[in-house]
């Protein structure tokens, strides 16, 4: 195990096994240099400890709550990068993170939500996990997720 599987540790972290698709894609593909990891949702051992939109409103999953989601999210897609790497001190760079939020029609605090998988990059690759990055809301998502993170890679040989 190389630094960045050594700092997850250190984080009090665990890196799931990679999340089996949904439907008729694949988790990760190497192309090249990058990596380009599906949407991934915040699934703890096959669950989804939450679902429903997001917002202020009573009965809605909090900003808050959603924000440790996309953490979740951002541990999952680090697991797909690694099933096609091996190795993850390989990761010179994350690209690009997009963020899917399923959105109460009044919320607009996408950005603060997706900051959640944002941070946890930041956390886990240091420099090297600073991204550009989209925050969208949408209307639903699979499986009822609150929010979903789909990011790009750049690695090294």
Not at 14 to 39: I, K
Not at 75 to 89: E, H, I, P
Not at 109 to 133: C, E, Y
């Amino acid at each position: 195990m190389g630094a960045v599987e050594d700092r997850i540790r250190e984080l009090g972290l665990t890196l799931p096994d990679v999340v089996p698709p949904l439907a008729s894609y694949t988790p990760a593909v190497l192309d090249g240099s990058r990596v380009f990891v599906s949407g991934q949702l915040p699934l703890v051992d096959g669950e989804l400890p939450e679902t429903g939109p997001v917002g202020e409103l009573v009965g809605l999953v909090t900003p808050e709550r959603a924000a440790q989601l996309a953490a979740v999210c951002a541990l999952n897609a680090v697991a797909a990068v690694r099933s096609v790497v091996g190795d993850l001190d390989r990761v010179e760079r994350v690209v690009k993170v997009t963020g899917f939020v399923a959105s109460d029609p009044s919320f607009t605090g996408q950005p603060g939500v997706i900051n959640g998988a944002s941070d946890l990059f930041g956390k886990i690759f240091g420099d090297a996990g600073v991204h550009a990055r989209s925050a969208v809301g949408v209307a639903a998502l699979p499986l009822g997720a609150p929010v979903e993170v789909e990011v790009i890679v750049h690695v090294r040989d």
